[in-house]
T-cell receptor
Framework: AQKVTQAQTEISVVEKEDVTLDCVYETRDTTYYLFWYKQPPSGELVFLIRRNSFDEQNEISGRYSWNFQKSTSSFNFTITASQVVDSAVYFCALSTNYGGATNKLIFGTGTLLAVQP | EAQVTQNPRYLITVTGKKLTVTCSQNMNHEYMSWYRQDPGLGLRQIYYSMNVEVTDKGDVPEGYKVSRKEKRNFPLILESPSPNQTSLYFC???????????FGPGTRLTVL
């Protein structure tokens, strides 16, 4: 089964706090890709990162960092020194070639992050 | 500017009245997909297309049709909309399977 679980439905933090959004995935494929997307209150989906299953290096981009651990099937996302503009719904997603090249992204249910000033 | 566009952005209609949501991309991408977003369910793929005249069902295709006559366009057709198709719809495109998908701005559809 292909599945993405984001157990945190909502998180509320105060500005400047660090926050980690959890993502756990399930797949039997050895080749797969993991993504994070941001959906601000305006509604569009903004791509943040793509990771393939063979690259377990953590990545940092400004205040954002991602921790990929195959041993625990997790791809967690940390925002350092959060800002009000980080308030959004964040989706973790999985893509594999299971069933053919369907180009399907399997999304988690999202985590609503509210950053209070 | 590289982008995926959708029209209309908002639509309120009545049960049974055929409608089309257009999607267009200017990145020469091979793959295009439609997703619907519902509270508590995340996004689910409706249909996808690997190239012109090649389309296939995603996870929730019932009640929808698509066509891909040109590479840049991938319209979503609801022949007889029902209230359970009230949702937020996204079109996406990518250069290949498992590549990053870039999403349009979304179409909020309400079926009364």
């Amino acid at each position: 089964a292909q599945k993405v679980t984001q157990a945190q439905t909502e998180i509320s933090v105060v500005e400047k706090e660090d926050v980690t959004l959890d993502c756990v995935y399930e797949t039997r494929d050895t080749t797969y890709y993991l993504f994070w997307y941001k959906q601000p209150p305006s509604g569009e989906l903004v791509f943040l990162i793509r990771r393939n299953s063979f690259d377990e290096q953590n990545e940092i981009s400004g205040r954002y960092s991602w921790n990929f651990q195959k041993s625990t099937s997790s791809f967690n996302f940390t925002i350092t020194a959060s800002q009000v503009v980080d308030s959004a719904v964040y989706f973790c997603a999985l893509s594999t070639n299971y069933g053919g090249a369907t180009n399907k992204l399997i999304f988690g249910t999202g985590t609503l992050l509210a950053v209070q000033p | 500017e590289a982008q995926v566009t959708q029209n209309p952005r908002y639509l309120i209609t009545v049960t049974g009245k055929k409608l089309t949501v257009t999607c267009s991309q200017n990145m020469n991408h091979e793959y295009m997909s439609w997703y619907r977003q519902d509270p508590g369910l995340g996004l689910r793929q409706i249909y996808y297309s690997m190239n012109v005249e090649v389309t296939d069902k995603g996870d929730v295709p019932e009640g929808y049709k698509v066509s891909r006559k040109e590479k840049r366009n991938f319209p979503l057709i609801l022949e007889s909309p029902s209230p359970n198709q009230t949702s937020l719809y996204f079109c996406a495109s990518s250069p290949g399977a498992s590549n990053t998908q870039y999403f349009g701005p979304g179409t909020r559809l309400t079926v009364l």
